[in-house]
C-alpha cells in the first residue's frame, strides 16, 4: 500500500470533512493564533477534544496574548481551565511558557521546531503541533492515534512515537505533511478505533496488516 493509497482510503472513509479540536483552535485569524495553539495543545495532554476546546477558549476569552498570560495570577488560571486533565499542574506550566516567550522572544512563538522543543511541557508531539496549525508548516504531529493507525496499516512497525514520526516523514511525500494528524485523528475515532475498529466498512481494510494478521483469523 502506497502513501497516495492510504489518503485515498482515509478521505473515502470520512466522507464529509469535519475537524479536530486543535484545528477548530487554529481557525480563528490573527497574530495570537500560534500562541493559542501552543497552550491548547500543552492543554490536550489527557485530556478529551471536547473539554480542551472548552478550556481554551474560556482561557484565551480572558488573556488573549503571552503578555497577558504571563501576567496572570494562577488561581485565576486553574479556574478557567478546570476540566481538563492535571489543570493544578498545568496552570503554573503555562503561565511560565507565557513568560518565556514574553521575554525571549518578544511575545512571539517561535516558528522552528529546535526553538519550540526549548519551551518547558513542550514535546514532539505539542511542537509539531504549532507547526502545522499554527504555522502551516510541512510536519507530521503523532499522537495515539497516528501511531495506532500507522503501525496497524504496516506503514510502520514501532513502538515509541518519535520512530512512528521519522517512517511517516519517509513514506508520504513532504507536501502532504501538513494534513496527516488531521486526517489520521478523526479516522481514527470513527472507523480505526481503539477497540472495536470498523474494518468491515473501511476501503483500507485489504492492505491492512491488523485486518490480514488479526480479524480474519478470528472469523
Known amino acids: 500500500m502506497d502513501a497516495q493509497t492510504v489518503l485515498k482510503g ?6 464529509e470533512d469535519s475537524w479536530t479540536a486543535l484545528a477548530e483552535i487554529s481557525r480563528d485569524d490573527g497574530p495570537e493564533n500560534p500562541f493559542k495553539v501552543l ?4 492543554l490536550s495532554h489527557r485530556t478529551r477534544d471536547e473539554r480542551t476546546a472548552e478550556a481554551t477558549e474560556r482561557l484565551f476569552r480572558r488573556f488573549r496574548s503571552a503578555e497577558e498570560l504571563a501576567k496572570a495570577r494562577q488561581e485565576e488560571v486553574m479556574a478557567l481551565i478546570r476540566g481538563v486533565g492535571f489543570y493544578r499542574v498545568k496552570s503554573p506550566r ?9 521575554e525571549r522572544y ?7 521546531l529546535e526553538e519550540l ?10 511542537a509539531n503541533c504549532v507547526l502545522v496549525y499554527g504555522f502551516r508548516k510541512e510536519a507530521i504531529p503523532v499522537d495515539t492515534h497516528v501511531h495506532r493507525i500507522a503501525n496497524r496499516l504496516g506503514i510502520v512497525h ?8 521519522a517512517g511517516l ?13 488531521d486526517l489520521f485523528v478523526r479516522f481514527g475515532k470513527t472507523v480505526c478505533k481503539p477497540v472495536g475498529p470498523r474494518c ?11 485486518y490480514e494478521k488479526v480479524v480474519k483469523i478470528k472469523k
Open 10 to 15: 482515509v478521505r473515502s472513509a470520512l466522507g
Open 39 to 42: 497552550i491548547g495543545t500543552i
Open 94 to 102: 503555562i503561565i511560565e511558557v507565557a513568560r518565556i516567550i514574553k
Open 106 to 112: 518578544g511575545g512571539r512563538v517561535p516558528d522552528t
Open 117 to 126: 522543543l526549548k519551551l518547558p511541557s513542550v514535546g514532539r508531539k505539542t
Open 158 to 165: 514501532t513502538e515509541e512515537t518519535e520512530e512512528t514520526e
Open 169 to 181: 516523514r519517509g513514506f508520504f511525500p513532504k507536501e502532504d505533511w501538513i494534513e496527516i494528524n
Open 200 to 210: 468491515r466498512i473501511c476501503p483500507l481494510r485489504e492492505g491492512c496488516e491488523y
